[in-house]
């Protein structure tokens, strides 16, 4: 499982702990769900992906943000086994 990233405890504000929290929940659902997702589903949870990686860069936690999207491109997608 993906776990955000910290700086120093307490240093993150809620909001920047929020969108920090939210990006990585998106990532970890997009994986898992990709398998069952159609292209328009697809689409769908990487624009909101997108959107909150904006979100969280508007409010000052780019680094982490970006830390976030390189482990989760690191992480296999959950999809049918093959044979």
Known sequence: MLSPTKRNEGSLSPMQS???QRLN?????RSEQS???NED???????TIYATYCDA??????E???K????SA???AAGPAEK
């Open 18 to 20: 929020h969108f920090l």
């Open 25 to 29: 929940r998106l990532l970890k659902l």
């Open 35 to 37: 398998g069952q997702l």
């Open 41 to 47: 589903g697809l689409r769908l949870m990487d624009r």
């Open 57 to 62: 860069v508007d409010v000052g936690v780019t």
């Open 64 to 66: 982490e943000a970006q």
């Open 68 to 71: 976030l999207l390189h482990r």
């Open 74 to 76: 690191a992480v296999p």
